[in-house]
């Protein structure tokens, strides 16, 4: 099954994976850049995946219930919320995502040390639900 790996490993990470087990994240924004750079098709409404945490354990099984790419300044306030990451505004969102977006980990991930977003670069909005969480062995 594929992995599912949300941010990179460290604070940021855990959180996200915090609030999928807890059911508050349903949704996730990626980049299509993202997705062309390492040569990975799009998800695909109906596939499932391991999502990984910090330690590279598997901790839950999600499956995709929705995709679709707009431009950065069409991302709406519901996916917002469903991301759970305590967001109230798409403002608040954006600012949040750009600092990741426009990090030192995530340009190099990209192998662009200038790499920037704008109100036309494309995203990838994913919806999920959680199938099952997965106990870790002590």
């Given at each position: 099954?594929?992995?599912a790996?949300?941010?990179f490993?460290?604070?940021?990470?855990?959180?996200?994976?915090?609030?999928?087990?807890?059911?508050t994240?349903?949704?996730?924004?990626?980049?299509?850049?993202?997705?062309?750079?390492?040569?990975?098709?799009?998800p695909?409404?109906?596939?499932?995946?391991?999502?990984?945490?910090?330690?590279?354990?598997?901790?839950?099984?999600?499956?995709?219930?929705?995709?679709?790419?707009?431009?950065?300044?069409q991302?709406?306030?519901?996916?917002?919320?469903?991301?759970?990451?305590?967001?109230?505004?798409?403002?608040?969102?954006?600012?949040?995502?750009?600092?990741?977006?426009?990090?030192?980990?995530m340009?190099?991930?990209?192998?662009d040390?200038?790499?920037?977003?704008d109100?036309?670069?494309?995203?990838?909005?994913?919806?999920?639900?959680?199938?099952?969480a997965?106990?870790?062995?002590?």
């Amino acid at each position: 099954m594929p992995r599912a790996e949300f941010a990179f490993p460290g604070p940021l990470r855990d959180r996200l994976v915090a609030a999928i087990l807890d059911g508050t994240k349903t949704s996730t924004t990626g980049l299509l850049v993202g997705y062309e750079h390492e040569g990975e098709p799009l998800p695909e409404v109906g596939s499932r995946s391991v999502v990984i945490d910090s330690q590279d354990r598997p901790v839950a099984v999600i499956e995709i219930t929705g995709v679709r790419v707009v431009p950065l300044a069409q991302v709406d306030l519901a996916h917002v919320v469903d991301e759970g990451e305590g967001n109230t505004g798409v403002a608040e969102w954006r600012a949040n995502h750009e600092r990741f977006w426009h990090s030192e980990e995530m340009r190099a991930a990209l192998d662009d040390p200038e790499f920037t977003v704008d109100d036309t670069t494309p995203t990838v909005l994913e919806r999920f639900r959680l199938v099952t969480a997965l106990r870790l062995a002590d």
